[in-house]
């Protein structure tokens, strides 16, 4: 059974950091595309972040852009999303992906994490 792991959410206040990590139970799932996600309470889930397997192409959605940064360990199978000057509107359950392909669209990715929760209060 294929399994993305994730760990590392919790609380914190406007401004502070986060490191989300995310680790793959198979290497042939890591040798693609690894993805984060986030999904807010009544909101569709959308695109945060994606890595390829070398690392040399990592887009960001613009709302995250400047402030988080995607990488991978492919030696440990693992994906982590550091997060800075987090926001309030950054509150969501995030979730990690894998996938054949870079893209921002869930439908690209097939395997995902159960999710971890990050709350950030004013």
């Known amino acids: 059974q294929v399994q993305l792991v994730e760990s590392g959410g919790g609380s914190v206040q406007a401004g502070g950091s986060l490191r989300l990590s995310c680790a793959a139970s198979r290497r042939t799932l890591s040798s693609g595309v690894m993805g984060w996600f986030r999904q807010a309470p009544g909101k569709e889930r959308e695109f945060v972040a994606a890595?390829?397997?070398?690392?040399?192409?990592?887009p960001y959605a613009d709302s995250v852009k400047g402030r988080f940064t995607i990488s991978r360990d492919n030696a440990k199978d693992t994906v982590f999303l550091y997060m800075n000057s987090l926001k309030p509107e950054d509150t969501a359950v995030y979730y990690c992906?894998?996938?054949?392909?870079?893209?921002?669209?869930?439908?690209?990715?097939?395997?995902w994490g159960q999710g971890t929760q990050v709350t950030v209060s004013s």
């Open positions: 992906a894998a996938g054949p392909q870079i893209a921002t669209e869930t439908i690209y990715y097939h395997f």
């Open positions: 890595i390829s397997w070398g690392g040399s192409i990592a």
